[in-house]
């Protein structure tokens, strides 16, 4: 029997790296924490809440425009292959590179959460989590 994927043990489908600079809402309390170099959330649904939270600070507080401004920053080439992450993304979302997603439409966001989801943790994410996620913001 398999191990399932720790950013879906954590609750944490986009593997947010752990921040003491952040207090995220459904946050699992530090001494509770089993894993100290990840976030984990109390429910998926929070951990889907900080994802998407985190891309729409990405425009609000980074500028990034683009499918692939996004994907860099989430995903920077010191730590992935960034262009093959891009690729993927934008493959499950149909959409090009150069896409601009509207950070507030909840279609489009849970779609992006979605496929960070599956490049993250390698199977399909179950959209009604990803939704309950939104439904917290």
């Known amino acids: 029997m398999s191990k399932q994927p720790r950013g879906l043990r954590n609750n944490n ?3 947010i790296r752990n ?3 952040t207090d995220w809402q459904g946050e699992v309390d530090e001494a509770s924490k089993n894993d100290k170099s990840f976030e984990e959330f109390e429910t998926i649904a929070y951990g889907y809440r900080a994802l998407i939270k985190l891309l729409q600070n990405y425009r609000k507080l980074h500028g990034c425009q683009t499918m692939a401004d996004f994907i ?14 891009i690729k993927r993304v934008c493959t499950e979302m149909q959409v090009p590179t150069t896409y601009v997603p509207d950070v507030n439409d909840k279609t489009t966001m849970c779609a992006f959460a979605a496929a960070i989801s599956q ?4 199977v399909p994410a179950v959209m009604a989590d990803v939704e309950s996620g939104w439904d917290l913001l």
Do not use: I, L, M
């Not at 860099?72 to 992450?85: C, F, G, I, L």
């Not at 490049?119 to 390698?122: I, L, P, R």
């Open 13 to 15: 489908p986009g593997n």
């Open 19 to 21: 921040s003491q600079r």
């Open 72 to 85: 860099k920053r989430w995903a920077p080439e010191t730590e992935n292959n960034t262009s093959a992450y």
């Open 119 to 122: 490049v993250e943790n390698g």
